[in-house]
């Protein structure tokens, strides 16, 4: 019997020698990832690009679901989800985040970048992706930014044609204490809304305009609610790719890899594509019959935020926004 149990082990051992490691069914991992526009759109290309990068780079042992429209929550609870690992990914602007990264809120000062190349060698480079390091803190692992894009003012009231045009207009805003601030400095009566009601609130009335990249108000059809558009630009919405911390965590060194690589990949063809939209929208939004501005002197509109800047200064310290506008 000794003898047995003897010739048993030494097989054994050899046959881990050999390398023979009993086959393991390449089980497969589901996750979920969000975004608040329609899947024909820069978000849209965001997040399914990230799945198809991570099912094809990892050889399908990881499946991303994704959801559009807000279907798992608008932006905010897409993020509070994510946090507390309800849901593993989404994709999501920058708007609701001072809520839970404060430190991110610097990037939301208006006319902050002078253009696209601007605002994506800030994010590339030393300062954005210090940024992304603050999010291990707060439970998220931030895998690349993305882009939403250049915001731009649309109401039913009255063209804007200059910064006193503003005065008095209802405007929805995201939850986003930088963004409250800067429009009170334009005269505007803010009214923060979890994006999913905005169509809503457009179509009764219940605002008279809001604000967003054109590839945000082409995807959401904001066309058939509201009657002018001025490409004013006051501010660059960044996007982010955001991985609940843990499940981040638990994964191999090369699969985590896996998904920053594809999370680069994917902000490459969220950004591409807000570049199409950036040169189609305007004709296609036009050609639907609403009055676009184009001819933008934003220097007007920067001089009247002149006192809200002096308090961001205060509040980020001239320093930082000076090192972000120096950014080649
Ligand atoms: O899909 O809430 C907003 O206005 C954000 O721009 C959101 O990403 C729109």
């Known amino acids: 019997m000794k003898a047995l149990r003897i010739s048993v082990m030494a097989m054994a051992i050899s046959g881990l020698a050999l390398g023979f490691v009993a086959p393991m ?20 290309v965001a997040i399914d690009t990230l799945a198809k990068e ?61 253009d696209y190349a601007h605002a994506r060698a800030v994010l590339d480079g030393q300062i954005g992706q210090d940024m992304l390091k603050k999010f291990d803190a707060k439970g998220f692992k931030a895998l690349a930014w993305g882009e939403n894009g250049f915001r731009h003012m649309t109401n ?19 939850e986003n204490p930088v963004h409250i601030q800067a429009y009170k400095g334009f005269g505007i009566i803010p009214t923060p809304m979890a994006f999913s009601e905005v169509f809503t609130a457009l179509q009764q009335g219940t605002v008279d305009g809001q604000e967003n990249p054109l590839s945000v108000i082409t995807a959401n059809k904001f066309e058939q609610v509201q009657k002018y558009l001025t490409l ?53 939004l036009r050609g639907k ?33 000076d090192q972000i506008k120096a950014v080649k």
Do not use: C
Not at 25 to 44: C, K, P
């Open 156 to 174: 039913n009231k009255r063209a804007i044609n200059a910064p006193d045009d503003m005065k008095g207009l209802k405007m929805r805003t995201m």
């Open 232 to 284: 004013t630009g006051h501010v660059y919405s960044p996007g982010i790719f955001l991985m609940n911390k843990a499940v981040f965590d638990k994964l191999s060194p090369a699969d985590q890899q896996i998904f920053l690589e594809s999370a680069k990949v994917a902000a490459k063809a969220n950004r591409d594509r807000v570049d199409e939209d950036e040169k189609t929208a305007v004709t296609y």
């Open 54 to 114: 991570v099912e094809a780079r990892s050889n399908g042992r990881y499946k991303i679901k994704t959801f559009y429209a807000g279907a798992l929550g608008a932006e905010r609870e897409a993020i509070e989800a994510v946090q507390l690992g309800t849901q593993e990914l989404t994709w999501t602007s920058t708007g609701p985040i001072p809520n839970f990264v404060p430190e991110v809120k610097i990037l939301d000062v208006p006319f902050l970048f002078r």
């Open 25 to 44: 069914a390449s089980a497969q991992t589901t996750m979920r990832i969000s975004v608040s526009t329609a899947q024909n759109s820069h978000q849209g």
């Open 289 to 321: 019959g609403m009055n676009v501005i184009d001819n933008v002197d934003r220097s007007k509109y920067q001089s009247v935020l002149a006192p809200v800047f002096a308090d961001f200064e205060k509040q980020f310290g001239k320093a930082a926004i």
